[in-house]
């Protein structure tokens, strides 16, 4: 059965230390760092016992107090010291560095709640002293009022708080519940707390308590569900559109997943809690509705650099005289594929994506525009392959150096088309086999095969 124990400490390093020794014993621990308040808070939440370190002031009087309090005869009192006491002292004591002692009286123990802490003014420190959990319980113990501002290896957050409630939290690019729980399972980097009313926006109504109990066991259950999917060295993608009676989340997830994303973006994408997002991944990769690719084809580089120069020679070449702009690679795809390939022309180097965004009709349009070094670009033009929109094919053909057709996209109606603007019509396969478009590698290979091919025409 646990045991409850409040722990008086002001030296937060110490009490971080003996907090985390008797937590990992199995011991409820609450934490305080001054004994102002204590003895209506003891009332309040009646723990097992409370530890009452010798540095707090008049702490021996303090622990008298309590004892002597008739609302208080259940809750065991003792003093934390480094030396034994003189014969005088009246009050039972341990030594603070004996922590198997300290648990083996606890446990001796009748269980009670846990309780709550002290007042102190701002501070700041490090995490792998003292923990998220662990500040956010000592500022709802003290009913603080304020912002902890926290930096970790990951960014940036702030949680809110009044009269020692969490109202709001963000975290990088999230907010409420959701970056409150990333926030908990960050345990290195710094910490600070300012005093002060915040912004009037209030995300959470949640209790802290709950949001603290609700917290860890959601850390537990995403660690967990990550390392069962392994996928920390790949990248995922939807094979297929959900289906018309997929659950919310399952939806999100797979129009999010139509392009490649590593889990750390597919979580930073989506509203949903990060442990139902891992649990739908974990069920799509199962019916195959969405597979992995190598994480090494997250982003690529379209050649080295002493071959850009050679690109970008070409690709100057390829110019069509009578139109602006730099030469122009048209690639004919199905849309779903299309789609993933815009993606991975984006995660090229080289690329930048177009201040336009794609149309919501099959229409060609400007995927990306690769620059070669030196003032050479190169602009990669998508053309959906709808033949009932084959009648604006030609806007995007007409002084394009090349045409390059994924899969049997557009047939006879491509190269007709093709032929009526003089545009060479290629096929991908031919030039670089079986392709996968969700594979930036693969892309950037494509675009140098085709560079290459015009080349030697």
């Known amino acids: 059965m646990s045991r409850s124990v409040l722990l008086v400490e002001p ?46 002031a008049d702490a021996a009087d303090l622990a008298s107090r309590v004892r ?43 269980s009670r709640p ?9 501070f700041r420190g490090d995490l792998d002293k003292l923990g ?80 603290l109990m609700e917290g860890m066991r959601v850390v537990d259950e995403v660690r ?13 993608i939807a094979t297929s559109r959900p289906r018309e009676d ?9 129009l999010t997943l139509l392009a490649p994303h590593t889990v750390d973006e597919l979580l930073d994408a989506l509203p949903d809690a990060d442990h139902e997002i891992l649990l739908v991944v974990d069920e799509l990769l199962a019916a195959q509705k969405v597979r992995r690719i190598p994480k090494g084809a997250v982003r690529a580089q379209l050649a080295p650099a002493e071959q850009l120069s050679v690109l970008g020679a070409l690709a100057n070449r390829l110019r069509a005289r009578g139109y602006a702009g730099p030469a122009r690679i048209v690639v004919a795809a199905p849309p779903g594929r299309l789609g993933a390939l815009a993606h991975s ?8 994506a177009p201040a336009d965004t794609t149309p919501t009709l ?17 602009s990669m033009i998508g053309l959906p392959a709808a033949e009932a929109y084959s009648p604006v094919w030609g806007l995007a053909l007409g002084g394009s150096a090349v045409a390059v057709r994924i899969g049997e996209s557009g047939t006879e109606a491509l190269a007709e088309a093709c032929a009526v603007a003089g545009v060479p019509l290629l096929d991908a396969e031919a030039l670089v086999g079986q392709i996968e478009e969700a594979d930036p590698v693969q892309v950037a290979a494509l675009i140098r095969a085709t560079l290459d091919a015009l080349s030697a025409g």
Not at 28 to 42: E, I, T, W, Y
Not at 224 to 236: G, P, T, V, Y
Not at 246 to 254: C, F, I, L, N, Y
Not at 345 to 352: D, H, K, N, S
């Open 11 to 56: 030296d937060l390093d110490a009490l971080a230390a003996l907090a985390a020794s008797l937590r990992s014993r199995g011991l409820s621990v609450a934490l305080a760092d001054s004994g102002s308040g204590l003895l209506d808070r003891l009332r309040s939440l009646v723990p097992d016992a409370v530890l009452i370190s010798d540095a707090v």
């Open 68 to 110: 002597g309090d008739r609302s208080l005869s259940n809750v065991n009192c003792f003093l934390l010291v480094d030396t034994e006491p003189g014969r005088g002292a009246d009050v039972p004591w341990l030594f603070r560095g004996d922590v198997d002692l300290i648990v083996k009286r606890l446990y001796a123990l009748p």
């Open 114 to 122: 846990p309780p709550t802490v002290a007042h102190r003014d701002d």
């Open 132 to 211: 998220v959990a662990d500040l956010l319980q000592l500022l709802s113990m003290n009913r603080r009022t304020g912002s902890l501002s926290l930096s970790v290896p990951s960014g940036a957050g702030e949680v809110r708080l009044i009269d020692g409630e969490v109202v709001d939290v963000v975290f990088r690019r999230l907010e409420a519940e959701k970056a409150l729980f990333r926030l908990l399972a960050e345990t290195e980097g710094r910490f600070a707390f300012a005093s002060g009313l915040p912004a009037p926006v209030r995300r959470i109504s949640t209790p802290t308590t709950v949001l």
């Open 224 to 236: 967990r569900h990550r390392d069962a999917l392994a996928a920390e060295s790949d990248a995922l």
């Open 246 to 254: 997929a659950s919310d989340t399952e939806r999100r997830v797979m």
């Open 345 to 352: 022309l984006r995660r090229i180097a080289e690329a930048v």
């Open 362 to 378: 099959p229409l060609p349009h400007q995927m990306a525009l690769v620059r070669l070094g030196e003032g050479a670009e190169l």
